[in-house]
């Protein structure tokens, strides 16, 4: 498939990222694998490059704004507009901490990169998503982000939530709804998946099991996101299994 068509995922370096990297690569999309260590960076879009994807490595620290507007120049430079952009990037600031015992320095962390880091990219790429006739953006959210889910006193969320986490989901969720709003007078679109739970580096000191989803299951809706035509929606929470599966907010 050769779509022509040009993306950005931060946080692509490994994990669900760099699989979305892979799958938009395979449909023919040009895709700036976007990552904070250029060692990493680096290694990973060659790799992809090598199975004979269009990848360009960019680098690109979320919380570091001198980076996203340089990388923000780069992609102008190259490709002159951007069609798909994938907040991909998040940390979880807080494992084996309890709730009540969780600072504020811990939420900042997270915010920095789940919350602000998401502003920081989207003010950066709007203008260059604008010069597409079918901007799309993809938040990577999760099921841990719904105050529908976590509002449930019975709920498994409710009681072995990750306050900074969660809270920083929640608020992507809202960024979500507000730009959508305010960018569908451009014809950008603004998503909101959820991978649901895949074993990556992102968990791997959960004391719950991650079970055995993969990269691939994971992908699979931030793609579908990121690939939807023209009429598709916008302001929605979608994931993991499929565009029709609805997550409360
Ligand atoms: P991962 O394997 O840990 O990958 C996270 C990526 O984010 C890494 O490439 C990491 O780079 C990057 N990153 C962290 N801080 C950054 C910064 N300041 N600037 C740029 N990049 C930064 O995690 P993942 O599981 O693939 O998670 C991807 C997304 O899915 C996240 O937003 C996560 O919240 C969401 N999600 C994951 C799950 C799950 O079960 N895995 C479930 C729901 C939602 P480094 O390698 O340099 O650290």
Redesign the pocket.
Known sequence: MNSNEIALV??????????IVRRLGARGFTVYL????PG??AAAADELAGEGFDVRFVQ?????VDSVEAAAKQVEADSGRLDVLV??????SEWDVAVADITAAQVREAY???VF?VVTVTQSFVPLLRRSPNGRIVN?????GSLDLLSDPDGRLATQGLLA?SSS?AALNALTLVYASALRRDGIKVNA????????????RASVS?GD?T?AD?ALVPVLLATLPEDGPSGQFRG?GSLDEVIPW
């Open positions: 931060t946080g692509a370096n490994k994990g669900i990222g760099r699989e976007a990552a904070r260590n990493l960076g690109l620290d979320v919380t570091d907040n991909n990037a998040g940390i979880v920095e990169v789940n880091g990577m959210s999760s099921g841990l986490y989901k998946a959820n991978p649901g739970l895949v074993p990556t580096d992102l968990n791997s991650r989803r990269t994971g993991p």
